[in-house]
Structures are given as structure tokens and as C-alpha cells.
């Protein structure tokens, strides 16, 4: 129904910056979120940043102040751009929508590693 496919990702040094994009394509009228995830060895996958159709925004407290989530509907993109980047963030990340019908979409998640 709906196809997300990732890019960006990569290694960096502690500080340092990366944006991550999603492209969305196929069905997404039933589409009311869309969200940034992550899943590093060992823990959980927690939600990193959300998106809504309305443009409201949310961040969980570790990363609030240095992430920012947007979407740019004409090229049907997310991003999460990542600043001040810390070792606490190396996980998978992945992109994620929440749709109204309760199905969920993910991308194949893309590495991201901070380290010095």
C-alpha cells in the first residue's frame, strides 16, 4: 500500500551532523503520521520524532533540541536532520507511518554510528 524507502546514514564523529531521508510512494491519503524510529544493540526500538499531517511535531527528551523531523511534499520526502550528534545516538534508524486504518509502514532501516 504504501513503499518507504530510506537513504543517508553513514559515520560521523561526535558533533558532527547527517540527514536522513525517507521517500514515500504509493498510497498515502490514509496517512496520518509519519515517524522516525531507532534500535540500537541490545534495547528497545524507540521512537525518535513524529510528523503529523497537520505539521505538529513531536521529539523524544534525548534528542529534542538537536533533531528536527520534516516532510517536503512535493518530492514526497522525510527527513530527519541530526545535529550534534552524540555516541548515545548510533542505532538503526528507521522511518516509519502510521496510517488510519492501524497498519503501519517501515522502511529498511539505514546505520548510523558517532563515534571518534
Known amino acids: 500500500q504504501v513503499q518507504l524507502v530510506e537513504s543517508g546514514g553513514g559515520l560521523v564523529q561526535p558533533g558532527g551532523s547527517l540527514r536522513l531521508s525517507c521517500a514515500v510512494s504509493?498510497?498515502?491519503?490514509?496517512?496520518?503520521?509519519m515517524n522516525w524510529y531507532r534500535q540500537a544493540p541490545g534495547k528497545q526500538r524507540e521512537l525518535v520524532a513524529t510528523?503529523?499531517?497537520?505539521?505538529?511535531?513531536y521529539y523524544t527528551g534525548s534528542v529534542k533540541g538537536r533533531f528536527t523531523i520534516s516532510r517536503d511534499n512535493g518530492k514526497n520526502t522525510v527527513y530527519l536532520q541530526m545535529n550534534s550528534l552524540k555516541p548515545e545516538d548510533t542505532a538503526i534508524y528507521y522511518c516509519?507511518?502510521?496510517?488510519?486504518?492501524?497498519?503501519?509502514?517501515w522502511g529498511q532501516g539505514t546505520q548510523v554510528t558517532v563515534s571518534s
Open positions: 516509519n507511518s502510521a496510517h488510519v486504518s492501524g497498519l503501519v509502514g
Open positions: 504509493g498510497d498515502s491519503f490514509n496517512i496520518y503520521a
Open positions: 510528523i503529523t499531517t497537520g505539521s505538529t511535531t
